[in-house]
C-alpha cells in the first residue's frame, strides 16, 4: 500500500517570510495529491490539489510542486501570516480506487508556526 | 451551509461501553469515510462506504462497526470500548475529488 512521510514534524518561520512544507510518498502510481490545513479543535481543511499530470499548481499565496521522478510534494506559502499557524497534512489518493471511492492516505502532518 | 457535521464533540467512555458515533451530511456526497487521528501518527481511515446499505474495511477497522442506512448518514459505532481507541476521530465526505471534514469528535476512553 501507499506510504507518506513528511520531512520535518515542525517549522517556524518569521510572519512575512514563505514556507515550504515537504512530504515524500512510496507509489509510483499515484495520481492525485492533496494538502490540507488543520487548525487547532478543527477538521482538515482543504488547501490545493495536483494531479499526475502536473508539475505545478498555483492558487492564493500558495504553490504545490510535484516531483514524480523522486515521489517528492512540496507545499510553498507566500508571504506567510499569523493565521498560517496550523499542521499542514499531505494526503495521496490510495490507487486503484473502488466504486469511484478516494481512498486518502495522510502524512504525519507538519506543524507550522509563524513567528511575529 | 452546514456541510459535515459529526455527533457528539466530547465523550468519555468506561472501558467496555458502547456508544455511536453520528455524522451527517448535507452536499448529497456519495461517499463518506470515518478516520481516526492519533498523535504522530496522521489520519488512519478505519471504515468507509461508497454509497448508501454500503460499506467497506479501511485500514484500522478492528474493533468498529458501521452502518449507512440512509445517504445522508454515516454512523461509526464501538461495540466494547478499549484504551487504545482514544483518539479523534473524523468524518469526510466526497464527490469524486476531495474531502469535506467534519470538526471531529474527541473520545476518551477509561
Known amino acids: 500500500g501507499e506510504s507518506v512521510g513528511l520531512h520535518l514534524p515542525t517549522l517556524s518561520v518569521q510572519e512575512g517570510d514563505n514556507s515550504i512544507i515537504n512530504c515524500a510518498y512510496s507509489?509510483?502510481?499515484?495520481?492525485?495529491f492533496i494538502w490540507y490545513k488543520q487548525e487547532s479543535g478543527k477538521g482538515p481543511q482543504f488547501i490545493i490539489d495536483?494531479?499526475?499530470?502536473?508539475d505545478k499548481r498555483q492558487g492564493q499565496r500558495v504553490t504545490v510542486l510535484l516531483n514524480k521522478t523522486v515521489k517528492h510534494l512540496s507545499l510553498q506559502i507566500a508571504a506567510t501570516q499569523p493565521g498560517d499557524s496550523a499542521v499542514y497534512f499531505c494526503?495521496?489518493?490510495?490507487?486503484?480506487?473502488?466504486?469511484?471511492?478516494?481512498?486518502?492516505?495522510f502524512g504525519q502532518g507538519t506543524r507550522l508556526t509563524i513567528n511575529p | 451551509n452546514a456541510g459535515v457535521t459529526q455527533t457528539p464533540k466530547f465523550r468519555v467512555l468506561k472501558t467496555g461501553q458502547s456508544m455511536t458515533l453520528l455524522c451527517a451530511q448535507d452536499?448529497?456526497?456519495?461517499?463518506m469515510y470515518w478516520y481516526r487521528q492519533d498523535p504522530g501518527m496522521g489520519l488512519r481511515l478505519i471504515h468507509y462506504s461508497v454509497g448508501e446499505g454500503t460499506t467497506a474495511k479501511g485500514e484500522v477497522p478492528d474493533g468498529y462497526n458501521v452502518s449507512r442506512l440512509k445517504k445522508q448518514n454515516f454512523l461509526l459505532g464501538l461495540e466494547s470500548a478499549a484504551p487504545s481507541q482514544t483518539s479523534v476521530y473524523f468524518c469526510?465526505?466526497?464527490?469524486?475529488?476531495?474531502?469535506?471534514f467534519g470538526s471531529g469528535t474527541r473520545l476518551t476512553v477509561v
Open positions: 494526503a495521496v489518493e490510495e490507487p486503484p480506487i473502488i466504486q469511484g471511492a478516494q481512498k486518502l492516505v
Open positions: 495536483i494531479r499526475s499530470n502536473m
Open positions: 507509489n509510483s502510481a499515484s495520481d492525485y
Open positions: 452536499m448529497n456526497h456519495e461517499y
Open positions: 469526510a465526505s466526497s464527490q469524486g475529488v476531495g474531502y469535506t
